[in-house]
């Protein structure tokens, strides 16, 4: 059994920085991908981007490239969102996310694991 918690959000002004944190125990994560996703209300949970535990392989959505990285610390079993410049659309609750699929998992479908959510709020 893996488990997700997820730290790190709150109200943030437009063009402030933020970083959440993804704490995970319960298992060996060395084939795992990791990956944040982002949902607001009345909408579909999308992706935002994700991480190889070995390797820190990274993949990013579009409309978040340049603006956030994702890291690890392996030795705290902590993956990491720092978010740049925000802006009052990236409001959302933000998910952690874990699976053991191979390449370049997107999909909501594609993880099996998931963190309660951090509430982002960024204000204009």
């Known amino acids: 059994q893996v488990q997700l918690v997820e730290t790190g959000g709150g109200l943030v002004q437009a063009g402030d920085s933020l970083r959440l944190s993804c704490a995970a125990s319960?298992?060996?994560?060395?084939?795992?991908?990791m990956g944040w996703f982002r949902q607001v209300p009345g909408k579909e949970r999308e992706f935002v981007a994700s991480?190889?535990?070995?390797?820190?392989?990274?993949n990013y959505a579009d409309f978040v490239k340049g603006r956030v990285t994702i890291s690890r610390d392996n030795t705290k079993n902590t993956v990491y969102l720092e978010m740049d410049s925000l802006k009052p659309e990236d409001t959302a609750v933000y998910y952690c996310?874990?699976?053991?699929?191979?390449?370049?998992?997107?999909?909501?479908?594609?993880?099996?694991?998931w963190g309660q959510g951090t509430q982002v709020t960024v204000s204009s």
């Open positions: 996310a874990a699976t053991n699929r191979l390449g370049w998992p997107i999909l909501v479908s594609e993880y099996g694991y």
């Open positions: 991480i190889t535990w070995t390797g820190g392989r990274t």
């Open positions: 319960g298992r060996a994560f060395t084939a795992y991908v």
